[in-house]
């Protein structure tokens, strides 16, 4: 006989503690909405997610005043974004002139923003964060979602919410179980992630390197380089296939400086495989349900907004919700309202980030000998003003949110000792 489901009723269950989720659920606890975080894993330390925190995503930590406490932890700072095309090396974005408090990318290991996050939601007595906790199927009634089962270390859990928010990434069992219809963009490519050693003469501005059919990033982390080696969609097997000696040689064949370094990665359980999907829901929205971030529309890595874009649903999906989360009268015609208003931003920013794919990518990849400097690294190299358009769309992207939602408990301490909620 299976175990009765243990149950929790709150106002709103959000599955997935990863950007989104965990700052929608902060942003609800915050304005007093009782509300359940789930997520599947016991920690947040995964190795090669998304560590970039944009200027618009900082604007919002210091709307919320956690900037000067956020800085404080190990981060590094990217004012400039540099490209180098068949070893051409020229700013691409440069953040100086945006209208935001912080004017750079801040590099951070993703679980350490997400504990950050849970540390100040803890914080406020209308949040749970449940972990090890893993979404198998939502609860109905009629047409109306009005909840998920999970599985626990304990056994399995019903969480019974007025409202669902799948915030459970590209994945999403949210909205595979929601059933709700994908519209597929495409990807021409998959990404190779791994670490390299830095060395001070290195510099420490990220790169992105293209020439001779091949593209590699290079993020700076402090100590080491977080890389990223694109390949054609579908070719991983292809790659392995040649041998982990040829790897090494294409990354020093488009970055000869890592020469003495490649042998770091010693076996392929040092390269890790990130499958691109570019995709997006028709509809983000059932009656009692609501996705957001990579669940809602999964983003390609060019540009590295994907974070941005699920932190900026989160704000606008709190600002629209919470309040009516708050006295029982959040309606269809809400949650359809956020759809709406993060719809353009969303297929903007996937417009731009499949022409990248088709006209720079594709093409990159597809180089049989070096590549051409293009006339336009040239004008980014002598006009500074250009280089404010790339940094306007990575930095804040289409329709920056901001934070209009209330503090409920204005007198709280978020550097005191977490609320403890009652068994």
Same mark, same amino acid.
């Given at each position: 006989?299976?175990?009765?489901?243990?149950?929790?009723?709150?106002?709103?269950?959000?599955?997935?503690? #990863?950007?989104?989720?965990?700052?929608l659920?902060?942003? !609800?606890?915050?304005?007093?909405?009782?509300?359940?975080?789930?997520?599947?894993?016991?920690?947040?330390?995964? &190795?090669?997610?998304?560590?970039?925190?944009?200027?618009?995503? !900082?604007?919002?930590?210091?709307?919320?005043?956690?900037?000067?406490?956020?800085?404080?932890?190990?981060?590094?700072?990217?004012?400039v974004?540099?490209?180098?095309?068949?070893?051409?090396?020229?700013?691409?974005?440069? *953040?100086?002139?945006?209208?935001?408090?912080?004017?750079?990318?801040?590099?951070?290991?993703?679980?350490?923003? !997400?504990?950050?996050?849970?540390?100040?939601?803890?914080?406020?007595?209308?949040?749970?964060?449940?972990?090890?906790a893993?979404?198998?199927?939502?609860?109905?009634?009629?047409?109306?979602?009005?909840?998920?089962?999970?599985?626990?270390p &304990? @056994?399995?859990?019903?969480?019974?919410?007025?409202?669902?928010?799948?915030?459970?990434?590209?994945?999403?069992?949210?909205?595979?179980?929601?059933?709700l219809?994908v519209? &597929?963009?495409?990807?021409?490519?998959?990404?190779?992630?791994?670490?390299?050693?830095?060395?001070?003469?290195?510099?420490?501005?990220?790169?992105?390197?293209?020439?001779?059919?091949?593209i590699?990033?290079?993020?700076?982390?402090?100590?080491?380089?977080?890389?990223?080696?694109?390949?054609?969609?579908?070719?991983?097997?292809?790659?392995?296939?040649? #041998?982990?000696?040829?790897f090494?040689?294409?990354?020093?064949?488009?970055?000869?400086?890592?020469?003495?370094?490649?042998?770091?990665?010693?076996?392929?359980?040092?390269?890790?495989?990130?499958?691109?999907?570019?995709?997006?829901?028709?509809?983000?929205? !059932?009656?009692?349900?609501?996705?957001?971030?990579?669940?809602?529309?999964?983003?390609?890595?060019?540009?590295?907004? @994907?974070?941005?874009?699920a932190?900026?649903?989160?704000?606008?999906?709190?600002?629209?919700?919470?309040e009516?989360?708050?006295?029982?009268?959040?309606?269809?015609? &809400?949650?359809?309202?956020?759809?709406?208003?993060?719809?353009?931003?969303?297929?903007l920013?996937?417009?731009?980030?499949?022409?990248?794919?088709?006209?720079?990518?594709?093409?990159?990849?597809?180089?049989? @000998?070096?590549?051409?400097?293009?006339?336009l690294?040239?004008? *980014?190299r002598?006009?500074?003003?250009?280089?404010?358009?790339?940094a306007?769309?990575?930095?804040?992207?289409?329709?920056?949110?901001?934070?209009?939602?209330p503090?409920a408990?204005?007198?709280?301490?978020?550097?005191?000792?977490?609320?403890?909620?009652?068994?």
């Amino acid at each position: 006989m299976s175990a009765t489901p243990q149950a929790i009723h709150t106002k709103c269950c959000v599955v997935g503690g #990863g950007p989104a989720g965990m700052v929608l659920g902060f942003l !609800l606890a915050r304005a007093g909405v009782d509300v359940v975080v789930l997520e599947k894993h016991a920690d947040f330390l995964r &190795d090669f997610r998304g560590d970039t925190i944009h200027p618009s995503t !900082l604007e919002i930590v210091h709307e919320l005043g956690l900037l000067d406490d956020f800085l404080r932890r190990p981060h590094q700072e990217a004012p400039v974004l540099v490209g180098n095309v068949a070893g051409v090396e020229f700013p691409l974005a440069d *953040f100086a002139s945006l209208p935001t408090t912080c004017k750079f990318i801040a590099l951070m290991p993703q679980w350490d923003f !997400l504990n950050f996050v849970a540390e100040r939601a803890k914080k406020y007595p209308t949040f749970r964060l449940v972990m090890r906790a893993a979404v198998t199927d939502l609860l109905r009634d009629g047409e109306r979602v009005t909840g998920v089962r999970a599985t626990t270390p &304990d @056994g399995p859990l019903d969480v019974r919410a007025d409202l669902v928010v799948g915030a459970d990434g590209r994945h999403s069992i949210v909205r595979d179980r929601a059933g709700l219809p994908v519209r &597929d963009l495409g990807a021409p490519m998959d990404v190779l992630w791994m670490r390299l050693s830095r060395r001070p003469e290195d510099g420490d501005h990220p790169v992105g390197r293209f020439d001779r059919g091949r593209i590699f990033i290079m993020i700076y982390r402090g100590d080491y380089w977080q890389c990223a080696f694109v390949i054609p969609k579908g070719s991983h097997a292809e790659v392995m296939a040649r #041998g982990l000696d040829a790897f090494r040689a294409d990354i020093v064949g488009v970055a000869p400086m890592l020469a003495d370094r490649v042998s770091e990665l010693r076996s392929w359980d040092d390269v890790k495989l990130l499958t691109v999907k570019v995709d997006r829901l028709r509809k983000w929205w !059932l009656p009692g349900l609501l996705c957001v971030g990579d669940a809602a529309h999964a983003m390609s890595p060019v540009g590295g907004v @994907g974070i941005n874009l699920a932190i900026q649903d989160a704000v606008a999906a709190a600002n629209q919700l919470a309040e009516k989360l708050k006295t029982g009268t959040a309606t269809n015609n &809400d949650l359809a309202a956020v759809q709406r208003r993060r719809t353009l931003p969303t297929q903007l920013t996937q417009w731009i980030q499949v022409q990248v794919q088709k006209r720079v990518i594709t093409r990159a990849l597809a180089a049989k @000998g070096p590549l051409k400097v293009p006339s336009l690294v040239n004008l *980014f190299r002598r006009f500074r003003i250009l280089r404010r358009i790339p940094a306007r769309l990575i930095g804040l992207g289409v329709r920056p949110e901001h934070v209009h939602t209330p503090d409920a408990f204005p007198h709280t301490r978020l550097d005191g000792p977490p609320h403890v909620p009652a068994s």
